[in-house]
């Protein structure tokens, strides 16, 4: 069966700029379920082994979307890229549940798509937005977290947030791209004025979707008793742990094989497993 693969679809959202979106599905008539992919802190929509991934959800009958948050520093003409610092030192959450309504909105009005059957994966910081979302949102059915953070509380401490405040930046480096990146102290007052919205354990308890926990025993950036709390917020939810998995399941970037890691390949056959036994 032949897939439809079309990049770098441009979206508009009047509250924040516009950005892209990709979509993967194969050519048949047939209504299938929109499954969102939702990237984390320095991620994009074309980072390491995501196109494998979306690939793999589409020949098993998943309607596959990926996209680039707004303020993610990548711009719609250089989407591989962190070409927009400024950007990405203006974002916050409240823009990136913005956007990710904005592609619910766009995607499940296409006529290959079931509108009954919504589903979200989110990785690392993305699947904290994810978890809000799928709370605030009835339309979304279908949740599964990959790596996910368990609090969207992430900030600076100690004399490193007074300095924050103080100063107005502060500076991550990217370990991959060697660039330092701005974080403005509007994020965290973006994040104080919408605490109890953002409030990702209160969201997690109640979800009504179907839910599923992977991480891995060895993730170096978020510690694998995420999962486990997560999974005890949400009692019905199902937790699927990789032994021995880092935090992007064995992908790195660039990745040029056609075949995904032998981690995220388990990943994604238990989430399509998830799927087909709880949606389909």
Known sequence: MKLIIKKNISLENPE???FLADSFHVDNTEKRPLVIFVHGYKGYKDWGAWDVMAEKFAEAGFFFVKFNFSHNGTTVDEPNNFADLEAFGNNNYTKELSDLGVVIDHFIQD???????????GHSRGGGISIIKTFEDERINGLITLASVDTLDRFPTGDLFENWKNEGVYYALNGRTKQEMPHYYQFYEDYEKNI???DVERAAEMAKA???VVHGTEDEAVDVKHAEHLHILNPN???FLIEGG????????PWDDSNLPA??????????????????
Not at 111 to 121: C, E, H, S
Not at 246 to 253: I, R, S
Not at 263 to 280: A, H, P, S
């Open 111 to 121: 006529p290959y798509v079931d509108q009954d059957k919504v589903v979200l994966i």
């Open 16 to 18: 924040t700029r516009n």
């Open 210 to 212: 179907y839910m599923l």
């Open 237 to 239: 939810s199902e937790i």
């Open 246 to 253: 880092n935090h992007t399941f064995g992908a790195k970037e």
């Open 196 to 198: 109890h919205r953002f």
């Open 263 to 280: 981690d995220l390949n388990r990943v994604t056959e238990k989430c399509i497993d998830f799927l087909n036994r709880n949606l389909k």
